[in-house]
């Protein structure tokens, strides 16, 4: 817990920076920067569940165990959306999602 | 003394998430998202959670992010400036994100958090005890979800060789 800091402002910053992200996810067209924009909402999506862990049911660890496994799975789906995007530049010379209306080739 | 440091961290994170989605160069971008992951680290040790925020900086700022970068390395140009999208697809989502982001803080605001009844006794958080109550099949046990994201990492990790391999002619 930190001292003098209410759980509303650690969510509301955390609010702040998920509203970024679905801002990047739809303003963009570049699929690297889109994943980056994902990237940003799971990060917000983490700190709420240790700050709503830590402020109201510190005597168990399950907002802590959480963010492991989102962490680990954010991971996974940046190792698997990097590889796709590698192999759509190869196919298509492009990594827009406009010009990605086909995904078999 | 906290309190100031929490806003800057605060106001720190804001700026590099909003420069993240906006910044022209993809370059640049990659880079401001590595100092949100950082900040959100700094959250993580200001909570006294220091083996998720070690996980963080290992996972986030050392993996996904050189990750992110190679593959940027690998598709584009390094000085090319990104195709700019059209400004009523910014001004429409970024309407949308104004008024969902207001709803969401209104009704934060309105809502009285109470805290359980466990309020005093806070659980051990060194990573002896993590690591103890990862691997236990007891109450307060992770040994399952553990178990199936290793089965997850694997199956991520194929899948990614065999979709970014090189086909044969």
Not at chain 1, 24 to 37: C, E, H, P, Q, V
Not at chain 2, 45 to 68: H, P
């Amino acid at each position: 817990m930190i001292e003098g800091i209410d759980i509303q402002h650690i969510i509301i910053v955390s609010t702040l920076m998920f509203f970024i992200g679905v801002y990047g996810f739809m303003s963009r067209k570049n699929l690297i920067t889109m994943l980056m924009a994902v990237e940003l909402m799971l990060n917000s999506i983490n700190i709420n569940f240790v700050a709503f862990n830590r402020y109201l049911h510190p005597e168990n660890m399950q907002g802590h165990f959480y963010s492991l496994f989102i962490i680990a799975i954010a991971a996974a789906e940046a190792a698997v959306a990097i590889s796709i995007i590698i192999n759509l530049y190869r196919n298509l010379h492009s990594i827009d999602v406009e010009d990605v209306n086909k995904m078999k080739h | 003394m906290e309190t100031i440091i929490f806003y800057i961290i605060s106001a720190i994170l804001i700026v590099f998430s909003v420069l993240t989605v906006t910044t022209n160069k993809i370059l640049r971008a990659a880079v401001y998202l590595l100092f949100t992951l950082v900040a959100t680290a700094a959250f993580y040790f200001m909570m006294e959670y220091e083996f998720l925020a070690a996980v963080q900086l290992t996972v986030y700022a050392g993996g996904i992010v050189v990750l992110i970068i190679f593959s940027i390395l690998l598709t584009h140009q390094i000085n090319m400036d990104l195709e700019k999208s059209d400004r009523l697809k910014k001004i429409s989502s970024a309407l949308i994100v104004l008024l969902g982001s207001i709803i969401v803080i209104f009704t934060i605001s309105k809502y009285p958090f109470i805290p359980g009844s466990g309020i005093e006794d806070a659980a051990d958080t060194s990573i002896n005890s993590i690591g103890r109550q990862l691997l236990s099949y007891g109450e307060g046990g992770y040994i399952l979800p553990f178990e199936v994201i290793s089965i997850l990492l694997l199956a991520a990790m194929i899948a990614a060789i065999i979709i970014a391999k090189k086909e044969k002619e």
